[in-house]
């Protein structure tokens, strides 16, 4: 996934769901300034599937989405009101906001 800034992720923020809302386990996510890169399983199943995602923002605030592709089927419509996670951060990881906090402090 590509962001007009720079992201940072949040723990357990990024989710691969199979259809009836089953986790499908991934390896872990990376981020590299404006692009997070997501290895998917090597062996997904046909069917549909849907990426729920949460990371925060450059300036500190979380943003989120979802998304859906198919396997062999066609992708589920996502409608605009899906929880995106389960994670409950409403905001940047505390290094971030302490770092930022000190910037402010400086300026």
């Known amino acids: 996934?590509?962001?007009s800034e720079s992201v940072n992720l949040v723990d357990g923020g990024i989710h691969l769901l199979k259809g009836g809302g089953l986790t499908v386990t991934t390896p872990?996510?990376?981020v590299d300034g404006h692009t997070v890169s997501w290895r998917m399983p090597a062996h997904l199943a046909n069917g549909a599937y849907v990426v729920?995602?949460?990371v925060v923002?450059?300036?500190g605030h979380p943003i989120d989405g979802a998304f859906a592709?198919?396997?062999g089927a066609a992708a589920p419509?996502?409608?605009d009101d899906i929880p995106?996670?389960?994670s409950s951060a409403t905001t940047a990881p505390w290094p971030v906001v302490g770092a930022r906090l000190i910037g402010y402090l400086a300026f």
């Open 1 to 3: 996934m590509t962001f």
């Open 28 to 30: 872990d996510p990376t």
């Open 52 to 54: 729920s995602w949460r």
């Open 57 to 59: 923002s450059a300036d």
């Open 69 to 71: 592709f198919g396997i």
């Open 77 to 79: 419509v996502v409608p």
């Open 84 to 86: 995106s996670s389960t």
